[in-house]
T-cell receptor
Framework: SQQGEEDPQALSIQEGENATMNCSYKTSINNLQWYRQNSGRGLVHLILIRSNEREKHSGRLRVTLDTSKKSSSLLITASRAADTASYFCANGRQGNLIFGKGTKLSVKP | DVKVTQSSRYLVKRTGEKVFLECVQDMDHENMFWYRQDPGLGLRLIYFSYDVKMKEKGDIPEGYSVSREKKERFSLILESASTNQTSMYLC????????????FGPGTRLTVL
C-alpha cells in the first residue's frame, strides 16, 4: 500500500494546548496536504506544502516537511473545542492524492 | 466558493440492488474522484476521471463502475450492491491534472442490508 500514516491515531487535549500530528509517507512527493474532517462530513483542505518548502504557516496552523525522512507534522496552536475533528495528510501520486488513515483530535473545553 | 454536492446524505439499499450515487461540482473542474471511507482504513480511491467520458481505476474498483457524460457530473454505480459495500462514499473534484487541492462533497452514507 502507498498510504501514508498519521501518528498518533487519536489525541485528546485541553482547550488552549497545542496539538501536534505527524505524517509519514512512502514515495517521493510533489506536495503534501493536510485536510480536516468533522464527524460524518466531507474533508476540507487546510494547507499545502510543496516539496521544496520546509515550513508553512496559516493562522494557528504550522506545517513542516522533511523530505529526507519522508515525514510532515501539523501543529495547531492554542487549540479550541471547535478544532475537534479528524485530520488527514495526503500526498500526490500520478495526479492523485493518497490519504493517510487520519488522527482523531479531541479538544476538551 | 467551490461547491460539490452529492445526491443523498443517507441511503439504504438491499443486497443485489443497482445503486447510483451522483456527484455534481459547479466550478468547471477537470478532475473528479470517488472514494470510500471505512473505519481504520482511511480514504481509498475507487475511480477517478480527468475529463468527460474518461475514467481510470483507483485502488479498489472491483464491484463499482462510473460514468462521466458531462464535465460537472460524476456518477458511481454499484451494479449489484453487497453488504461489504456499506460505507461512507465521498466525491471530490480538483481543477487540474497536477496534485492540487481537492474539494469534497458532504458524503453519502450507504447501508446495504
Amino acid at each position: 500500500s502507498q498510504q501514508g500514516e498519521e501518528d498518533p491515531q487519536a489525541l485528546s487535549i485541553q482547550e488552549g494546548e497545542n496539538a501536534t500530528m505527524n505524517c509519514s509517507y512512502k514515495t517521493s512527493i510533489n506536495n503534501l496536504q493536510w485536510y480536516r474532517q468533522n464527524s460524518g462530513r466531507g474533508l476540507v483542505h487546510l494547507i499545502l506544502i510543496r516539496s521544496n518548502e520546509r515550513e508553512k504557516h496559516s493562522g494557528r496552523l504550522r506545517v513542516t516537511l522533511d523530505t529526507s525522512k519522508k515525514s510532515s507534522s501539523l501543529l495547531i496552536t492554542a487549540s479550541r473545542a471547535a478544532d475537534t475533528a479528524s485530520y488527514f495528510c495526503a500526498n500526490g501520486r500520478q495526479g492523485n492524492l493518497i490519504f493517510g488513515k487520519g488522527t482523531k483530535l479531541s479538544v476538551k473545553p | 466558493d467551490v461547491k460539490v454536492t452529492q445526491s443523498s446524505r443517507y441511503l439504504v439499499k438491499r443486497t443485489g440492488e443497482k445503486v447510483f450515487l451522483e456527484c455534481v461540482q459547479d466550478m468547471d473542474h477537470e478532475n473528479m474522484f470517488w472514494y470510500r471511507q471505512d473505519p481504520g482504513l482511511g480514504l481509498r480511491l475507487i475511480y477517478f476521471s480527468y475529463d468527460v467520458k474518461m475514467k481510470e481505476k483507483g485502488d479498489i474498483p472491483e464491484g463499482y463502475s462510473v460514468s462521466r457524460e458531462k464535465k460537472e457530473r460524476f456518477s458511481l454505480i454499484l451494479e449489484s450492491a453487497s453488504t461489504n459495500q456499506t460505507s461512507m462514499y465521498l466525491c471530490a473534484s480538483s481543477p487540474t491534472k497536477t496534485y492540487n487541492e481537492q474539494f469534497f462533497g458532504p458524503g453519502t452514507r450507504l447501508t446495504v442490508l
